[in-house]
Every structure is written in structure tokens, then in C-alpha cells.
């Protein structure tokens, strides 16, 4: 039986990824599959408590990349509960349009039915949107951060009802869990102490698991947000992002099980298929809601589009809901297929929707361009570039160490880009001249495009990014130097044939300056 779950899986996500969608509707189909091969959640009950530990690890990681400043704007909680109560309101005008056309399975169906469906539809996936996200390397950048914050509201939202819906409010005691942060000094001693190795892995988990999620649950609150609040609590920690990352390739592989329970849950009927697809003409109304929210705050419409995408998909918190109406009788049973139906092709229609994102918005960006205000928001006014002969894009470890490089040669004349406002904060208060840009904008490159540097250093961590910049760069006819960073050789291969005129090989010139910098210390050897 194993053996057969982890062909299943391993195919059908080998062969969506080699067609150029994402594993993650692989291993959906797989689901799908493995049911049809007569395994169903019963007999592999297992997967089920994986999937729970892979949400709960992504929580986690969430928490330890989240700024909670970002939380408190009213774009945020004042965008999300706008979002949430315009989503339900047009989604429940739009069933009962069903209803009123004839369609059988709405129809019989009361006002307070209709409300509590249009309620578990208005969710957008937090497991499936933050995977994009980091998938593209997008966590960051502006609109990333507006959708994981209005998904993280809506996550509180789904708490309070799944609260609610048990008629029992968290224990007295929970209200302690406020004076959590007062724990803050010890557990960041103890992360000091716990060094780079696997004892960082326990101590991740032991936090997730134990400080977060068990402890919240004996107090009667939602376990996943106990492993959030304890990520949010770590964030600030200088090693936070080293803990994000030993924890990635376990939680990448337990979150498979999550896309797997979907398809495990039951193949549907021809009801349930014909339901599940009409709940789809709810997607462009989610995209519209989202756009239009994001544009009356003033944020650019290449940002409104990439938010709305990213967003626009039901949510496994939409299943939960329901399976609890059904539970407490409020619901017929085929509403649970039906909506699973509908989560999985809503993956299946947002994630090329999502990797194709910035192709859609340079095709319609005279269009979009025009549909955003006047006044733009604060945060996302198109940057003013000026006139430097070095631009360093990417500010890690790797841009920063160039650009203090570089700086003996162009002085004042060098200017560094990266799309983290916090590491943009950072590298001010040192004294080096960095502004907060997306490479990833088109609109970053219309300006870039006219822009008479000498040398363009592309440092992105992500290797797409280093593409999509070079890509830009040479269809503008730049005629300067650009030299960027690789990690592999096929990496390499493929910026030289896109005309980088220097490849630095992060790993063989880290192994070059290591013995340069040895033979430079060695006393010269003594001639005869």
C-alpha cells in the first residue's frame, strides 16, 4: 500500500512538473487517483494527521517571516473584512440567482444555508497561496505581503467560527497566553545556544508543536495559531530566517499529504461534478472583489492583479466549515464533495494563473495602468531611479558584500535595490545607499529601460528573478555590462546564453577566495 501512494504521488507530480504546472495538482490527481483505486482516508488515516502537521509547520513559517506591524495598517484588517463581507454578500446574491433559475441542489435550500455556504466559499487558501508565493520567491514583495496578511485575518475570522460553531468559548486560563512575550529573552537564548544543526530543526518543532500548537489547544484556542503566534514571536530573532529554512524541505514533503486528503475524501458523483463546477463561477467574482479593494486604497494595478490572483481560490478552511454544518445537520452531505470538487480546480485554474502573473500584466499593462488612481499609495509609488553607473539588484549577503566592493570604484555613483523594506531599512542605517524596488515589476524595468548605467549586478537570491531581470534588461537594448550570480552550472549556462557578460558561481568562487584569501596571509617564500 505504500509503496503504491508513493509511486501514485511521485508520477503525477513528476508529470505536471515536467509539463510546467506545479507538483502540487500532481499530487491532487494522485488523491483522486489512489481513491479510485480503492484507498480511501480510513485506510490511510495517516496521510490525514501529515497534512495536519505540514499546515501547522507552514503556520509557522509564516509567523517567522511576518512582521506583525504589517497586520496593524488598515489595508490589511480594514482590506480583509471588506474583502470577506463583500465576497459573502455577492457570493449568497449569486446562489440565490441559482436557486432561482431552478438549479436542484441550491434551490431547496433557507437563507441561513445559503449565508453559511457563501461564508466557507470567501475563503482563499493560506497553504496554496503562501506555496506560490515562495515558490516565486514573492513572500516579500509588496502584494505577497498584503495577501498573507488578509489571509492571516481571514484565518482569525475562521477561528471565531469554528469557535463559535463548538458553542464553547477558550478556557479563562487563555487569556494568559498574552504574557507569552515575556517569554521572549528565554527562548531566544535558547536559540542563540541550539547552534546551525539538527537541535535548530527540534527546537523549530518543539516550538510549532509544543509552545504553539499544544499549548493553545489545552486552552481552547485554534492549535495553528499557536504555532503562528510562536513564529511571529521569533521573527525578530536574527536567526529566524536559518530556522525558516531547516524547517523548508521537511514541510514541503508533509504538505503533500494536505493535497493528497482532498483527493482522498471521495470521487464525486455527476451531481457533485456538475455542483462543484457551477461553484466555479464564484472565482472571477473573489478576483474582482480583491482587485477593486486594492485599488481603492490606491495600490498600482500590477499590484491589484497579483494580489487578486494569488487569492483567488476556495480554501481547505471552506471545508472544514461545511463538514461541520453537515456534522451539526444544517447541511445535505453532497455539499462537502461539491466544494472539495471546486477547491481542487480552483488550484488547477490559479496556479498557472499565479506562475504566469507578470506575462498577463505586461500583455495588459496599458489596460491595467490606467485602472488604478491618480494618487498612489505610499507604498507603491513607481521608484525614481536617477542616474548611477552601478545598480546592485539583491541586497542579501551577496549584493551587500559587492556593493561594498564596488563602491571603492563608483563612490557615490552605485545604487542598491531589493524589494525587503526591512533589510532596505537596514542597509540605511549603514550608510549605503539602497532604495526598496521589485525586479519582478515590469514597471521597475520601463524606468530601468532608459537608465544609462555601466554595470547591472544581478544578486537575487532566486535564479528566476536573475532571468526575468536579464530578460528585461536586453529586450530594452541596454548596451552595458551585467554580471550575475549562479549557484549551478546549468544556471550559469542558461544567463550566458541570455548575453550576462560575467557569471560569478557562488559555490566555485566561494572555494577560489577562500584560497586566495589563505595564500595572501602565507609569508612569500624565501628565493635562494
Not at 497586520?71 to 490589511?76: A, C, D, T, W
Not at 431552478?102 to 457563501?118: D, H, K, R, V, Y
Not at 537564548?189 to 527540534?202: A, C, F, M, S, T
Request: proline share 3%; aromatic share 10%; glycine share 8%.
Amino acid at each position: 500500500m505504500e509503496a503504491a501512494v508513493l509511486l501514485t504521488t511521485f508520477a503525477c507530480g513528476l508529470l505536471f512538473s515536467r509539463i510546467g504546472l506545479p507538483p502540487m495538482i500532481g499530487y491532487l490527481i494522485a488523491g483522486f487517483a489512489l481513491f479510485s483505486f480503492g484507498l480511501d482516508l480510513q485506510q490511510l488515516s495517516i496521510i490525514e494527521h501529515i497534512a495536519e502537521i505540514g499546515i501547522t509547520l507552514l503556520l509557522f513559517a509564516i509567523g517567522l517571516k511576518l512582521d506583525i506591524k504589517s497586520l496593524l495598517q488598515k489595508e490589511i484588517w480594514a482590506g480583509a473584512s471588506l474583502t470577506f463581507s463583500a465576497s459573502i454578500l455577492v457570493t449568497l446574491g449569486l446562489l440565490k440567482c441559482m436557486a432561482w433559475i431552478g438549479l436542484t441542489a441550491i434551490e431547496g435550500l433557507n437563507l441561513n444555508q445559503l449565508l453559511l455556504i457563501s461564508f466557507a466559499l470567501s475563503f482563499s487558501s493560506t497553504v496554496f497561496a503562501v506555496k506560490t508565493l515562495e515558490d516565486k520567491g514573492d513572500m516579500a514583495a509588496l502584494y505577497g505581503q498584503i495577501a498573507i496578511g488578509i489571509l492571516i485575518m481571514q484565518d482569525i475570522f475562521a477561528v471565531i467560527y469554528m469557535t463559535a460553531s463548538k458553542g464553547q468559548w477558550p478556557s479563562i486560563y487563555a487569556l494568559g497566553l498574552l504574557l507569552l512575550p515575556l517569554a521572549r529573552p528565554l527562548l531566544y537564548r535558547i536559540l542563540d545556544k541550539v547552534g546551525h544543526g539538527e537541535l535548530l530543526v527540534l527546537f523549530g518543532l518543539f516550538s510549532a508543536f509544543v509552545l504553539g500548537a499544544w499549548l493553545f489547544e489545552q486552552l481552547g484556542v485554534k492549535p495553528d495559531l499557536g504555532a503562528l503566534f510562536l513564529g511571529v514571536l521569533l521573527a525578530p530573532h536574527p536567526k529566524a530566517n536559518e530556522l525558516a529554512k531547516s524547517l523548508l524541505s521537511l514541510k514541503e514533503l508533509l504538505l503533500i499529504g494536505f493535497f493528497l486528503t482532498i483527493g482522498l475524501s471521495g470521487l464525486p458523483t455527476l451531481s457533485d461534478l456538475y455542483l462543484g463546477l457551477i461553484l466555479l463561477l464564484l472565482l472571477p467574482i473573489k478576483f474582482i472583489v480583491f482587485y477593486l479593494t486594492n485599488y481603492w486604497f490606491g495600490f498600482r494595478g500590477r499590484t491589484s492583479l497579483m494580489t487578486g490572483l494569488a487569492l483567488t481560490n476556495f480554501s481547505e478552511f471552506g471545508l472544514i466549515v461545511i463538514s461541520i454544518a453537515i456534522a451539526a445537520g444544517s447541511l445535505p452531505s453532497q455539499f462537502a464533495t461539491a466544494i472539495a470538487i471546486s477547491l481542487s480546480i480552483s488550484f488547477i485554474i490559479s496556479s498557472p494563473l499565479n506562475i504566469l502573473n507578470e506575462q498577463l500584466y505586461q500583455k495588459f499593462a496599458k489596460f491595467f495602468s490606467t485602472a488604478q488612481k491618480s494618487t498612489l499609495h505610499p507604498l507603491d509609488i513607481p521608484l525614481q531611479i536617477g542616474t548611477h553607473k552601478c545598480l546592485v539588484l539583491g541586497m542579501g549577503r551577496v549584493g551587500a558584500g559587492a556593493y561594498d566592493e564596488l563602491k571603492k570604484f563608483y563612490d557615490d555613483d552605485i545604487l542598491g535595490i531589493d524589494h525587503k523594506i526591512e533589510l532596505v531599512e537596514q542597509h540605511q542605517q549603514q550608510g549605503r545607499n539602497v532604495i526598496c524596488g521589485d525586479a519582478s515589476d515590469k514597471d521597475f524595468w520601463d524606468q530601468l529601460c532608459h537608465h544609462s548605467s555601466q554595470l547591472v549586478l544581478l544578486a537575487m537570491p532566486h535564479h528566476m528573478g536573475n532571468i526575468f531581470a536579464l530578460e528585461q534588461l536586453r529586450a530594452s537594448g541596454y548596451l552595458g555590462q551585467v554580471a550575475a550570480i549562479a549557484r549551478f552550472e546549468d544556471e550559469a549556462k542558461q544567463l550566458k546564453e541570455l548575453g550576462a557578460d560575467n557569471i560569478y558561481n557562488l559555490y566555485q568562487a566561494a572555494g577560489a577566495g577562500f584560497a586566495e584569501n589563505f595564500i595572501k596571509k602565507q609569508p612569500r617564500p624565501q628565493t635562494r
